[in-house]
């Protein structure tokens, strides 16, 4: 929708992608600092990493990282 309103360059849509998978990434690790580091809480953590390197491969095959 926001492309309707104002048209977003290359570089910007690039950022977008890398800025979700941040921001994606950040929201486990305030549970983590929440939470403490039990067993479940590391595995959730490790799968939501797993989540960033497979979103960073599918941008950059998309070739948009």
Known sequence: GYLRYNAMSDEEISAFHVMLGIYHF???????????????????????YDWLLRWKEQCIKMNIW
């Open 26 to 48: 950040q929201l486990p690790a305030a549970i983590l600092e929440r939470d403490g580091y039990d067993a479940g809480v590391i595995n959730f953590f490790d799968k939501q």
